[in-house]
């Protein structure tokens, strides 16, 4: 695709529900990032896929929280038992360097908003 | 641990002023910085990447410089126009993580 899409782009749960969140990637980009973004903060890293491998999830907050990326395209973000303060905009991105390279530009979707009741 | 702060929190001038936004960083082992900018309920666009070798980069009325040594990178906005209000937020690659500011709210004036 032109670039990268992100669906929902808002959601509202009420607390205890499960929710998924889905990222489409620039096709071909190898790399793909999650972000969270709390009102008013920068974006915080959650974990990064390299093809269909979670390379690194060390940002996910806890247990609840698990992605997947099965064919190394489409990465569904999961979030099971959400809580009010996992309220934010979840962010995807994708990037198609070789991740630590210094020219590994990420490519941002316009996000999930994600309101938790 | 990377930390990364962007000052002014805020910034309004008038239409045609230059400005400069500021953003610092604590560890100097960097691949790259970008500064990006965000409208009100949108996602992120990409303005300028810096790899770690090079010292500026230059978009139209963007100019972006680094000095790795200092942790300080600068954004320089020429001829400000209304269009440029949003929020720009730069952010560091460290081993593929983006670390992040807050951003810089900035405001222009007509």
């Known amino acids: 695709g032109a670039g990268v899409s992100q669906t929902p782009s808002n959601k509202v749960t009420e607390k205890g529900k499960y929710v998924e969140l889905r990222c489409d990637p620039i096709?071909?980009?190898?790399?793909l990032y999650w972000y969270r973004q709390s009102l008013g903060q920068g974006p915080e890293f959650l974990i990064y896929f390299q093809g269909t491998g979670a390379a690194d999830d060390s940002g996910l907050p806890n247990d609840r929280f698990f992605a997947v990326r099965p064919e190394g395209s489409v990465s569904t973000l999961k979030i099971q038992r959400t809580e009010r303060g996992d309220s934010a905009v979840y962010l995807c991105a994708s990037s198609d360097g070789v991740a630590g390279g210094s020219y590994n530009e990420q490519f941002f979707g316009p996000g999930t908003r994600l309101t938790v009741l | 641990k990377q930390e990364v702060t962007q000052i002014p929190a805020a910034l309004s001038v008038p239409e045609g002023e230059n400005l400069v936004l500021n953003c610092s960083f604590t560890?100097?082992?960097?691949?790259?910085l970008q500064w990006f900018r965000q409208d009100p309920g949108k996602g992120l666009t990409s303005l300028l990447l810096?790899?770690?070798s090079q010292r500026e980069q230059t978009s139209g009325r963007l100019n972006a410089s680094l000095d790795k040594s200092s942790g300080r990178s600068t954004l320089y906005i020429a001829a400000s126009q209304p269009g440029d209000s949003a929020t720009y937020l730069c952010a560091v690659d460290s081993n593929y993580q983006l670390i992040w500011g807050a951003g810089t709210k900035l405001i222009i004036k007509p």
């Open positions: 810096i790899q770690s």
């Open positions: 096709s071909g980009h190898t790399a």
């Open positions: 560890d100097s082992a960097i691949y790259n």
